[in-house]
């Protein structure tokens, strides 16, 4: 399922959640203005691996900022945009800024721990979905009942539907979880960081509990 939009109306402009699709995207052109020397250098030094998380604990920031190929950046990219500004208008600026770090710091600690658990230790991570998966969680606390148009695959063919976001982002959840728990023995290859997004999700759903008690409903 591919979010296309959702449909629920904000209050403000959301200049903290462009502002990070902005800088991301900055980073992400700087990435591959670099040679493929450069670039491994670069994400071994700015990205987040597990092993060397005491020797360089600001990976734990800078990792979120980067990303690993053009379908990794536009995919959280445009999830960031058809969720971030909604949960931006609720928070605000400055505890959305706040919310967004910690949700990537949740989902950074909790895949490094796994990837300690199950020989992943020495693969680097990269890539803004950890926080991202945060801010999923957020919207899910405060508009179960928005309505997220999306493009739903049926049988051989894909078709626009109206979902409610509990039932898009639950599927979603599901859909994380399996693919996290089939890859675990394969966690030394690399790939995408399930746990990630898993922890992030749950980060982020607290957090928003906490940060805004107050559930909308739409």
């Not at 591919?2 to 449909?7: A, G, S």
Request: one cysteine or more; glycine letters at 10%; hydrophobic letters at 55%.
């Amino acid at each position: 399922m591919i979010p296309i939009k959702d449909l629920n109306p904000r209050r403000s402009f959301p200049v903290v959640n462009i502002y990070i699709i902005f800088l991301c995207s900055l980073v992400w052109l700087y990435e591959v203005s670099l040679s493929e020397e450069e670039l491994n250098l670069f994400i071994y030094k700015y990205g987040l691996v597990p092993y060397q998380i005491f020797e360089r604990p600001a990976s734990l920031i800078t990792h979120m900022f980067l990303h690993g190929s053009w379908l990794h950046i536009i995919g959280n990219m445009w999830f960031l945009w058809v969720f971030g500004d909604n949960v931006e208008d609720r928070l605000g600026k400055f505890k959305y800024v706040v919310f967004y770090i910690l949700s990537g710091l949740g989902a950074a600690i909790i895949q490094t721990f796994i990837s300690l658990l199950f020989g992943g230790g020495n693969v680097p991570m990269v890539g803004a979905s950890g926080a991202i998966s945060g801010v999923l969680g957020a919207y899910l606390w405060m508009f179960p009942h928005a309505r997220i148009l999306a493009l739903v695959p049926l049988f051989f063919f894909l078709t626009f539907m109206e979902l409610p976001a509990v039932f898009f982002i639950g599927m979603w959840v599901i859909i994380q979880i399996i693919n996290g728990m089939l890859t675990l023995p394969f966690m030394s290859m690399g790939g995408v960081a399930w746990f990630a997004h898993i922890g992030g999700f749950f980060v982020g759903y607290y957090l928003a509990k906490a940060f805004y008690p107050k559930r909308f409903t739409w």
